[in-house]
């Protein structure tokens, strides 16, 4: 059963950083390309990095240089370093494939709160 458990998360001031965590299982972590994905309130989930297996990496514009997606093989575990934090990055985050497949789910994601 394809799950995933997302950690990490908090409540920072603007500058700070967080490390997030998404322990997957063995199915998730067989997909190439697994990603973090954010939702703000009232806003559509967007992807904010991504990477595969051999180390390819994507960031949305907007946390280029900011932040740092990581994961390991061995463990099973997706990671996404956020450092100088801004208030636009408050969100709900969560830990995904990139491919969609039939009863692709989400997990309870971890919320990350910035403040001013």
């Known amino acids: 059963q394809a799950q995933v458990v997302e950690s990490g998360g908090g409540l920072v001031q603007a500058g700070g950083s967080l490390r997030l965590s998404c322990a997957a299982s063995?199915?998730?972590?067989?997909?190439?390309?697994l990603g973090w994905y954010r939702q703000a309130p009232g806003k559509q989930r967007e992807l904010v990095a991504s990477?595969?297996?051999?180390?390819?990496?994507f960031y949305l514009g907007s946390v280029k240089g900011r932040f740092a997606i990581s994961r390991d093989n061995v463990k099973n575990t997706l990671y996404l370093q956020m450092d100088r934090l801004k208030p636009e990055d408050t969100a709900d985050y969560y830990c995904?494939?990139?491919?969609?497949?039939?009863?692709?789910?989400w997990g309870q994601g971890t919320q990350v709160t910035v403040s001013v």
């Open positions: 995904n494939t990139l491919a969609s497949y039939p009863g692709r789910s």
């Open positions: 063995g199915i998730i972590f067989s997909y190439n390309g």
């Open positions: 990477i595969t297996r051999d180390g390819n990496t």
